[in-house]
Nanobody, 120 residues
Framework: QLVESGGGLAQAGGSLRLSCRASGLTFRSYAMGWFRHAPGREREFVGVISSNGGLAYYLESVRGRFTISRDNAKNMVFLQMDRLKPEDTALYFC???????????????WGQGTQVTVSS
């Protein structure tokens, strides 16, 4: 099970930190991805972090603004979002992948999402 938290309302230029807590899986074995889904748009890959946290890969439009990190001791992954833009408004959710061809992972588990709204 993956449960996200930390979403909310932010001003453009502001920051939010999303968290995702995993349970029922061997967390340290999974790469963890973040995705977002805005109304009227396709689900969009945001970024992914490797199982040991040594590698990360981001959507070009968030690179340099968003940072993914993880704490394997706490079974948690984080998405730090800085310099937010109105176009970052979406439902954000995390996903866990045991396999794939980095960074194109095959995701086995998905969370329900947490809403991020950025006002201009």
């Amino acid at each position: 099970q993956l449960v996200e938290s930390g979403g909310g309302l932010a001003q453009a230029g502001g920051s939010l930190r999303l968290s995702c807590r995993a349970s029922g899986l061997t967390f340290r074995s999974y790469a963890m991805g973040w995705f977002r889904h805005a109304p009227g748009r396709e689900r969009e890959f945001v970024g992914v972090i490797s199982s040991n946290g040594g590698l990360a890969y981001y959507l070009e439009s968030v690179r340099g603004r968003f940072t993914i990190s993880r704490d394997n001791a706490k079974n948690m992954v984080f998405l730090q979002m800085d310099r937010l833009k109105p176009e970052d408004t979406a439902l954000y959710f995390c996903a866990a992948a045991l396999s794939g061809n980095w960074p194109l992972m095959r995701y086995d588990y998905w969370g329900q999402g947490t809403q991020v709204t950025v006002s201009s």
